[in-house]
């Protein structure tokens, strides 16, 4: 492991850099110097190369230049919470010409191509669903958690410009409704896996900017397409469009109109 020829400043750079701070996401800067610096570099970090989005080019470099990546050591990392954590040993000599990988969703295949794609959930930020009830009251949908629904009464008529742009909420808008019952979904599904909240479209709901609402005829089809949401299928179709992402966990429309339907059971 020397090369006589090398002007870099080291040998080796052994590196445990900071996987990242406040949202922003630090290694793959340490990586890309630390092959700057020396001949050859043994560090440990997330690793994953089917990864796309912000990492893509990251992906790209390990890729290119790696001679060796470990299996996961996530739990010598216990504290961290994140999988995929590995050692990788590169050099700039190493020159792999790995096949090009492509960026977003559209690298993907059509997951399942021999279903039709489910219903698109309603496009409506802000927007509450027109009823003969519907007043200047409204219960606004702005997260679904684990624990439930986080909603908040709103009387329409006191939101001011100024306090929803403060707030980042926005002000309700109406909307035709096109379902008796809705079924709700999070736009940040933990390990792909959605939390949903049920409800009948009574006038008084509205919808965040996190939140995807899926209208549905009735409450037996709200509690069926609530548990084909959370199902297998569709928590492995959702890690597999979220590895595209910048984040590796926000769901776009885009995702959510790439996702297969639910096969209807013959009734007996």
């Not at 470099?61 to 590995?86: A, C, M, R």
């Not at 548990?227 to 776009?252: H, R």
Request: hydrophobic share 35%.
């Amino acid at each position: 492991m020397h090369n006589i020829q090398s002007k870099k400043p080291f040998d080796v750079v052994l590196g445990n850099p900071p996987f990242s701070k406040d949202g922003e996401i630090l290694y793959p800067a340490f990586f890309k110097k630390a092959l700057k610096m020396a001949d050859h570099v043994a560090m440990i970090m997330p690793t994953n190369l089917e990864k796309r989005g912000r990492l893509l080019v990251h992906n790209q470099i390990i890729d290119q230049h790696q001679s060796h990546i470990s299996g996961d050591l996530k739990e010598h990392f216990p504290k961290v919470g994140l999988d995929n954590i590995k050692y990788v040993i590169a050099s700039e000599e190493n020159e792999n010409n790995p096949p090009k990988r492509e960026h977003g969703l559209k690298s993907l295949p059509i997951l399942r191509p021999e279903l039709p794609r489910l219903a698109s959930p309603i496009k409506c930020a802000g927007s509450t669903m027109l009823h003969e009830n519907s007043g200047d009251t409204v219960l606004m949908v702005h997260k679904v958690l684990k624990t439930g629904a986080d909603i908040e009464k709103l009387h329409i008529s006191q939101i001011s410009p100024d306090e929803a742009n403060e707030r980042k909420m926005p002000i309700p808008k109406v909307a035709k409704a096109k379902g008796s019952w809705f079924v709700v979904v999070n736009h940040t599904p933990v390990n792909g896996k959605f939390n949903t909240y049920i409800h009948e479209n009574n006038g008084e709901y509205a919808y965040g900017q996190s939140v995807f609402p899926f209208a549905v005829g009735s409450h037996e089809e709200a509690l069926e397409l609530s548990e084909y949401l959370t199902s297998p299928e569709i928590i492995a179709d959702m890690k597999s469009m979220l590895m595209t992402t910048a984040t590796g966990f926000t769901t776009s429309l885009a995702m959510i109109r790439r996702l297969p339907a639910q096969i209807k059971k013959d009734s007996e």
